[in-house]
């Protein structure tokens, strides 16, 4: 419901751990993640990742063609207390030298370093590298400037490799500061041949092309990953998902940008009650109270409560069970509560927690669509966009040409626009919502499963207390 909004929270307050490893020396690669503030009480997950060499120099950019040689700074080890010095002039930065072998935070919320593997080979695979912040749940956008993208790597443990790379783009105010546009494609499968060793791939495509990049390995019983040229690739248990090798070729797959003619355009009724009844219809209408808990990367936790009569939106973040962080628009009131302390929203935090009543499944609310209903639809290929605005700030629905609803993009205050796509729908009480939702910035990683969803639970006043009192 709020859950999109709550991963927003989620990135603005906690330093997570991501994976795992096994080995006590710094001579290698350690992976994982932390989670950062933005200047605007948002957040963004930053993924690490540190090749510690013997002779004390480190590099965090193993996408580039040296990052065997190339050093991004110095380190120490004192005491168990490894510090990096980095030559940019960042701010240096100490873990703790665990006895598992594991790099431990020693400052902020907490956050672990693993260390992975160099491999020979590899069983077969299916991995995905999503460039996204993500969510799940009958809700709305979270904050993600720019576009979604998905890559699948297969590999079939023989030598033979396949690709696949998909994206939602264009998602921006135009010149004039009008609508938000975005459309679906397919940008392309490649397939060919590939080695591993000493830390590297060698990619051999189907057209001939050669490409060698870093490369290493984190097993089932760890984190099942990957990481290909610095970048965190996931184990895929879809097997419907996965590329075709073609040997030999190089497969590509054209972007449809065809657009069907103005005048053929679906009025926003039309689509609203196409959307409705796929999604529920006059059960959605029946809704008055949310509850929805869902996971996070784990050990983070988020639950949206929503009391649409009373305009009353709640959004908590827990870690491993201990409440971080709490915040609640009352009507045209709301605070914050973060480690004890409290302080108002500012008017774009109202207005973004506001504003989660206007997409996803809720937004189809007969109390709530009045505002989609005065929209303007355009064509994205076979697809269609709904473009409407809530006082200043501009929203808008993507809707597939089957008339499923595939995501929902907002935009506060004249901000970059933010962009959340919907997956894995199931069937409650005659309401079909996304258990995922999957929203991107461009380059990061969140991801958020539902794991329970009440409707029309009693929100007593116990329910919106300020957390001590």
């Known amino acids: ?45 930053n993924n690490i990742v540190i090749s ?38 960042d701010e240096s930065k100490k873990y703790k030298l665990a006895a598992n072998g594991h790099l431990e935070s020693t400052a902020g919320i907490k956050h672990t370093l693993y260390k992975v593997k160099k491999v020979t080979v590899i069983p077969a695979g299916l991995y995905e590298k999503r460039s996204a912040s993500t969510s799940g749940g009958i809700g709305t956008g979270m904050p993600a400037v720019g576009a979604f993208s998905s890559d699948l790597i297969y590999f079939d443990g023989k030598g033979n490799f396949s690709t696949e790379r998909s994206s939602v783009v264009g998602v921006t105010g135009d010149a004039v500061g009008g609508t938000i546009g975005g459309k679906f494609e397919k940008n392309g499968k490649t397939s060919g041949t590939y080695k591993l060793g000493d830390g590297e791939i060698t990619l051999t495509f189907g057209n001939g092309t050669v490409a060698k990049q870093s490369f290493f390995y984190s097993p089932p019983n760890e ?24 040997q030999g070729t190089t497969v590509s797959s054209k972007t449809n940008t065809s657009k069907p003619a103005t ?9 609203l009650t196409q959307l409705r009844a796929h999604y529920g219809g006059e059960n959605i209408d029946k809704l008055t109270t949310v509850r929805e808990t869902a ?44 480690n004890g302390t409290k302080k108002p929203l500012t ?50 629905y993507l809707i597939g040409s089957d008339y499923s609803l595939k995501g929902n993009a907002y935009s506060i205050n004249s901000a970059p626009a933010n962009i959340s796509i919907y ?36 929100l007593t006043e116990d329910s919106w207390k300020m957390p001590g009192s």
């Not at 001579?27 to 503030?37: K, M, S």
């Not at 984190?223 to 090798?245: Q, S, T």
């Not at 774009?348 to 005065?374: C, P, R, V």
């Open 295 to 338: 996971t996070v990367t784990g050990n983070m936790q988020i639950i949206a409560l929503t009391d649409i009569l009373n305009n009353r939106i709640r959004a908590e973040v827990r870690q491993n069970g201990k409440l971080l962080l709490v915040k609640q628009l009352d009507g045209n009131e709301g605070w914050q509560w973060m």
């Open 52 to 89: 510690f060499r013997s002779d004390g120099t480190f590099n965090n950019a193993l996408n580039q063609a040296d990052w065997k040689t190339k050093s991004s700074g110095s380190y120490t080890v004192k005491n168990n207390l490894v510090q990096l010095t980095f030559k940019n002039g």
């Open 347 to 396: 008017q774009d935090e109202k207005d973004e927690l506001t504003l989660s009543l206007y997409q996803g499944i809720l937004g189809l609310h007969k109390k709530l669509n009045s505002s989609f209903l005065t929209g303007t639809v355009s064509a994205s290929g076979d697809d269609y966009i709904v473009t409407f605005y809530r006082s200043k700030n501009k929203l808008l």
């Open 423 to 458: 997956k894995d729908f199931t069937k409650a009480n005659g309401i079909t919502y996304p258990a995922t939702t999957e929203s991107s910035d461009g380059k990061n990683k969140l991801v958020s499963n539902t794991t329970s969803i009440e409707f029309n639970p009693v």
């Open 1 to 45: 419901m709020t859950k999109n909004l709550l991963l927003f929270l989620c990135l603005f307050i906690v330093k997570t751990s991501l994976v795992c490893a096994q080995s006590p020396t710094l001579n290698g690669v350690y992976i994982g993640a932390e989670l950062y503030n933005t200047p605007f009480n948002g957040m963004q997950i």
């Open 263 to 271: 005048t053929g355009l679906p009025a926003p009724a039309s689509l």
């Open 223 to 246: 984190e099942d990953l990957i990481l290909l040229n610095g970048e965190f690739y996931f184990r895929n248990e879809d097997d419907k998902e996965k590329p075709a090798i073609t």
